[in-house]
């Protein structure tokens, strides 16, 4: 932010100040300001955080093999899905978490979230079927994307 940024946190740290019995708990202007900033850092990352896991979704999308994961599986016409698969995901549900912003706290969890519906691919369609091999495709892909300490992270806790 640019220098301004803190003579208006400063004047509302005053303007808190003046609020009968904050001066008398003990607060200061320095620890009222410490609070806005901390905000402001979180919303920041925040933001920096879905821009990012956005960027890795829509790289995801664009590849070839990922047509068939964009969007939920429709169950009215596979009508045994659910029976196979207890927790479906695709991109497009990625996506609306994201958009949301409090789904996901890190790459792992998105990561997570992609290694499932690889699993859920394998699982239902079964090795030698396209399908089985797009998800074989994409997991190799999203080790490329994805930093080493994500993948490794979450390959040690699913065993």
Not at 40 to 62: F, I, Y
Not at 108 to 127: A, F, Q, R, W
């Amino acid at each position: 932010g640019g220098g301004n940024n803190n003579n208006v946190d400063a004047r509302s740290a005053e303007r808190s100040l003046a609020i009968p019995g904050v001066v008398e708990a003990g607060w200061t202007v320095s620890d009222l300001l410490s609070i806005t900033r901390g905000t402001k850092d979180a919303d920041q990352k925040k933001h920096q955080l879905k821009g990012e896991l956005m960027s890795l979704v829509n790289k995801v999308s664009d590849q070839q093999f990922s047509w068939c994961f964009r969007d939920p599986v429709n169950t009215e016409e596979v009508k045994d899905y659910l029976e196979v698969i207890d927790d479906p995901i695709d991109l497009r549900t990625m996506e609306k978490r994201i958009r949301k912003g409090d789904w996901y706290k890190n790459k792992h969890m998105l990561y997570s979230d992609m290694m499932k519906m690889v699993n859920n691919c394998k699982m239902y369609n079964g090795e030698g079927s396209t399908y089985y091999d797009y998800a074989v495709s994409l997991e190799k892909y999203l080790a490329t994307i994805f930093p080493k300490r994500v993948t490794a992270a979450v390959a040690a806790a699913t065993v």
